[in-house]
Structures are given as C-alpha cells and as structure tokens.
C-alpha cells in the first residue's frame, strides 16, 4: 500500500495569513496515462469530507481560488492564500494511482 | 445536482451483520463507482473499495476483503454495504462516495454504526 505522510498534524492560523499543508507519498502518483492522482479533502466538522482539488493543482466546482494545490511525484502542498474562518476542519491528502486508496493522516486546521 | 442519501444509524450486537444504503439521484447511476470510506471515532479516513455500479465487479481493500460486501440495485440507483461478523472495532461513520470526475467528488452524510453488547 502507498504510505502517505501530511505534516504538520495541526495548524492555528490567524484569519487573513496563509496556510500550507504536505502530503508526500511512499511512491510516485504519476500514472501511466499522465496525470498525476492525488486530491485534497477537506473535512467540516461533522461533515462528510468534501473534494477541495483534484489532480494535484485542479480545483473542485465551487472551491474558492484562495486554495491552491503543486507538487509533482512524491510531494505535494495545499495552500490557503487568506484563511477565513470557514476554513477550520481536517484536511485530507489521498492517492488513487494504485489500489487501495490511501489518505493522508490529516491535518487539523483551527483559528487563532 | 448530485445527491448521495445514506439509511440512519444503526446499534449492533458483536457478532452481527449490518447492511447500509446509499441512494443515488441527480446522474446516472451505472455510469460512475461507488466507493466507501470508513472513519472510526475521532480518527482519520480509511477506504475500504469500490463497486462497478453497471456490471456489480468490485475491489475491496485488503482490510475489509473477508467481512465486507458491495452491492447496487440498479432499478434503485442504491448502493449497498455490508458488514459481518461485527466487532467493537467496526464502530465507525460508513461514507459511500461517487467518482464522477474524480474519487470523491461527491458523498453521502455518512452513517454511524455503533458495535456494542
């Protein structure tokens, strides 16, 4: 199974700064086909997760351009440009290049 | 729109089977998997598999292979999945979630299954 490791397990951020999370994979998630799959989820509090990006740098329908997604092979990152408060929940990285499908530990993200 | 619509929560005894539903409306349902995640208790996402909603094939995670059951209704746009054999480490929020555009795109509202004698 590809291991994938987010750091850091939390975040307090100050509404209006920036945030930054890491994914990275036990192995390449570059496919075959080309395109590269891994997503960022991003967990509410007692919500379903909910598709934040998909194929590393594409945002979901409806996904504010404040979040942004890079990274290439085995190392990844999410980036909030401004966190606003609707923000707060777990963030998930996940893989889908090879079965089973493997998230990421998560990343906590709350206010200051 | 897309709409993912779970069954309600269920209490099982250890031992026992639990069936839960996942009603699809808002695309067409044998066109696109069904896939189920599991999130224990104040812990993170697990992905148990998935199921070919046109043809019923299905691939499970090897955590989730023996005691773990993938099924659809086509007439009913509904999704199935079923667990057996209940042990108290089974307690868990269940999510179906579709792979239209991309996996998870879009989920249910979950459902607690709660494994206690």
Redesign the interface.
């Known amino acids: 199974d590809i291991v994938m490791t987010q750091t850091p397990l939390s975040l307090s951020v100050t509404p209006g700064q920036p945030a930054s999370i890491s994914c990275r994979s036990g192995q390449s998630l570059l496919h075959s086909g080309g395109k590269t799959h891994l997503y960022w989820y991003l967990q509410k509090p007692g919500q379903p997760p909910q598709l934040l990006i998909y194929e590393v740098a594409n945002r979901f329908s409806g996904v504010p351009d404040r979040f942004s997604g890079s990274g290439s092979g085995t190392d990844f990152t999410l980036k909030i440009s401004r966190v606003e408060a609707e923000d707060v929940g777990v963030y998930y990285c996940m893989q889908s290049v090879q079965l089973p499908f493997t998230f990421g530990g998560g990343t906590k993200v709350e206010i200051k | 729109q897309v709409q993912l619509v779970q069954s309600g929560a269920e209490v099982k005894k250890p031992g026992a089977s639990v069936k839960v539903s996942c009603k699809a409306s808002g695309y067409i349902f044998t066109n696109y998997a069904m896939?189920w995640?599991r999130q224990a208790p104040g812990q993170?996402?697990?992905?148990m598999?998935w199921i070919n909603t046109a043809n019923g094939n299905t691939?499970y995670?090897?955590?989730f292979q023996d005691r773990v059951t993938l099924t659809r209704d086509t007439s009913a746009t509904t999704a199935y999945m079923e667990v057996s054999s209940l042990r108290s480490e089974d307690t868990a929020v269940y999510?179906c979630?579709t792979y239209i555009?991309?996996?998870?795109?879009y989920?249910?509202?979950?459902t607690l299954v709660t494994v206690s004698s």
């Open positions: 896939h995640v993170g996402l697990e992905w598999g691939k995670s090897q955590n999510y979630a555009t991309s996996p998870g795109d989920w249910g509202q979950g």
